[in-house]
Protein backbone atom coordinates (compact mmCIF):
# COMPACT_ATOMS: atom_id res chain seq x y z
CA UNK A 1 0.00 0.00 0.00
CA UNK A 2 2.85 2.55 1.16
CA UNK A 3 4.63 1.42 -2.07
CA UNK A 4 1.82 2.56 -4.48
CA UNK A 5 0.98 5.91 -2.44
CA UNK A 6 4.41 7.04 -2.97
CA UNK A 7 4.35 5.82 -6.67
CA UNK A 8 1.01 8.38 -6.86
CA UNK A 9 3.01 11.21 -5.39
CA UNK A 10 5.86 10.66 -7.79
CA UNK A 11 3.86 10.72 -10.43
CA UNK A 12 2.06 13.77 -9.43
CA UNK A 13 5.29 15.90 -8.54
CA UNK A 14 6.73 14.61 -12.05
CA UNK A 15 3.52 16.57 -13.36
CA UNK A 16 3.61 19.69 -11.91
CA UNK A 17 7.63 19.53 -12.22
CA UNK A 18 6.82 18.67 -16.34
CA UNK A 19 4.72 22.09 -16.19
CA UNK A 20 7.02 24.10 -14.85
CA UNK A 21 9.60 22.88 -17.14
CA UNK A 22 7.49 23.23 -19.88
CA UNK A 23 5.54 26.66 -18.93
CA UNK A 24 8.64 28.88 -18.16
CA UNK A 25 10.61 28.76 -21.62
CA UNK A 26 6.87 30.05 -23.09
CA UNK A 27 6.57 32.72 -19.74
CA UNK A 28 10.57 34.01 -21.40
CA UNK A 29 9.29 33.86 -24.93
CA UNK A 30 6.60 36.39 -23.75
CA UNK A 31 9.15 38.14 -21.35
CA UNK A 32 11.73 38.62 -23.98
CA UNK A 33 9.19 41.18 -25.62
CA UNK A 34 8.59 43.49 -22.76
CA UNK A 35 10.30 46.49 -22.48
CA UNK A 36 12.37 46.60 -19.67
CA UNK A 37 11.24 48.09 -16.24
CA UNK A 38 7.40 48.38 -18.07
CA UNK A 39 4.06 46.82 -15.50
CA UNK A 40 4.44 44.12 -18.13
CA UNK A 41 7.78 43.08 -17.15
CA UNK A 42 7.46 43.03 -13.51
CA UNK A 43 4.86 41.50 -14.21
CA UNK A 44 6.65 38.48 -15.78
CA UNK A 45 9.21 38.96 -13.58
CA UNK A 46 6.76 37.49 -10.76
CA UNK A 47 5.25 34.91 -12.13
CA UNK A 48 8.36 33.23 -13.37
CA UNK A 49 9.33 33.65 -9.93
CA UNK A 50 6.67 32.31 -8.45
CA UNK A 51 6.56 29.62 -11.04
CA UNK A 52 10.49 28.78 -9.85
CA UNK A 53 10.22 28.64 -6.25
CA UNK A 54 6.46 27.51 -5.56
CA UNK A 55 5.86 24.46 -7.81
CA UNK A 56 9.24 23.89 -10.15
CA UNK A 57 12.08 23.50 -7.49
CA UNK A 58 9.47 21.90 -5.13
CA UNK A 59 8.33 19.81 -7.06
CA UNK A 60 12.40 18.63 -8.41
CA UNK A 61 12.81 18.09 -4.87
CA UNK A 62 9.46 15.85 -4.04
CA UNK A 63 10.20 13.70 -7.41
CA UNK A 64 14.00 13.04 -6.53
CA UNK A 65 13.04 12.61 -2.77
CA UNK A 66 9.97 9.70 -3.98
CA UNK A 67 11.86 8.69 -6.90
CA UNK A 68 14.71 7.54 -4.45
CA UNK A 69 12.19 5.97 -1.84
CA UNK A 70 10.74 3.88 -4.78
CA UNK A 71 14.47 2.32 -5.59
CA UNK A 72 14.76 1.73 -2.13
CA UNK A 73 11.52 -0.32 -2.20
CA UNK A 74 12.76 -1.96 -5.40
CA UNK A 75 16.18 -2.39 -4.26
CA UNK A 76 19.13 -0.88 -5.96
CA UNK A 77 19.93 -3.39 -8.28
CA UNK A 78 16.99 -2.33 -10.41
CA UNK A 79 19.82 0.73 -10.87
CA UNK A 80 21.77 -2.00 -12.82
CA UNK A 81 18.69 -2.34 -15.54
CA UNK A 82 18.97 -0.51 -18.78
CA UNK A 83 15.47 0.97 -19.10
CA UNK A 84 16.65 2.61 -15.32
CA UNK A 85 19.68 4.05 -16.64
CA UNK A 86 17.88 5.42 -19.80
CA UNK A 87 15.56 6.87 -17.47
CA UNK A 88 17.98 8.13 -15.09
CA UNK A 89 19.88 9.91 -17.80
CA UNK A 90 16.62 11.76 -18.79
CA UNK A 91 16.25 13.06 -14.90
CA UNK A 92 19.63 13.91 -15.21
CA UNK A 93 18.97 16.20 -18.31
CA UNK A 94 15.73 17.83 -16.73
CA UNK A 95 17.90 18.61 -13.53
CA UNK A 96 20.24 20.39 -15.66
CA UNK A 97 17.63 21.71 -17.53
CA UNK A 98 15.74 22.87 -14.60
CA UNK A 99 19.47 24.45 -13.04
CA UNK A 100 19.97 26.19 -16.58
CA UNK A 101 16.11 27.87 -16.48
CA UNK A 102 16.67 29.16 -13.17
CA UNK A 103 19.92 30.64 -13.98
CA UNK A 104 17.78 32.17 -17.09
CA UNK A 105 15.24 33.65 -15.07
CA UNK A 106 17.75 35.32 -13.03
CA UNK A 107 19.66 36.87 -15.79
CA UNK A 108 15.73 38.08 -16.98
CA UNK A 109 14.94 39.32 -13.88
CA UNK A 110 18.10 41.70 -14.12
CA UNK A 111 16.86 43.15 -17.21
CA UNK A 112 19.58 41.23 -19.28
CA UNK A 113 18.15 38.84 -22.64
CA UNK A 114 20.50 35.90 -22.89
CA UNK A 115 18.40 34.21 -25.70
CA UNK A 116 15.89 35.26 -28.40
CA UNK A 117 12.23 34.56 -28.01
CA UNK A 118 13.02 32.00 -31.30
CA UNK A 119 15.63 30.00 -28.69
CA UNK A 120 12.96 30.00 -26.05
CA UNK A 121 10.16 28.66 -28.55
CA UNK A 122 12.34 26.10 -30.22
CA UNK A 123 13.48 24.59 -26.25
CA UNK A 124 10.45 25.01 -25.46
CA UNK A 125 9.50 21.00 -26.06
CA UNK A 126 12.73 19.44 -25.11
CA UNK A 127 11.59 18.49 -21.38
CA UNK A 128 8.52 16.63 -23.44
CA UNK A 129 10.95 15.01 -25.51
CA UNK A 130 12.90 13.92 -22.30
CA UNK A 131 9.59 12.77 -20.92
CA UNK A 132 8.29 10.42 -24.33
CA UNK A 133 12.18 9.01 -23.45
CA UNK A 134 11.36 8.53 -19.60
CA UNK A 135 7.71 7.13 -19.58
CA UNK A 136 8.51 4.77 -23.01
CA UNK A 137 11.63 3.50 -20.91
CA UNK A 138 9.29 2.80 -17.85
CA UNK A 139 6.91 1.48 -19.07
CA UNK A 140 8.05 -1.17 -21.60
CA UNK A 141 11.05 -1.76 -19.24
CA UNK A 142 13.68 -3.28 -22.17
CA UNK A 143 16.10 -5.23 -21.63
CA UNK A 144 14.92 -5.91 -18.20
Not at 22 to 27: A, F, K
Not at 86 to 115: C, D, E, N, Q, S
Amino acid sequence: MIFNVIRGLHILAVIAWMAGLLYLPRLFAYHTRATACSEMDETFKTMEAKLEKIIMTPAMVAVVVLGATLVAFDGVAILGQPWMALKLAGVVFLIGWHIYLMRARRLIATGARPRSERFWRMTNELPFLAAIVIVLSVTTKFGG
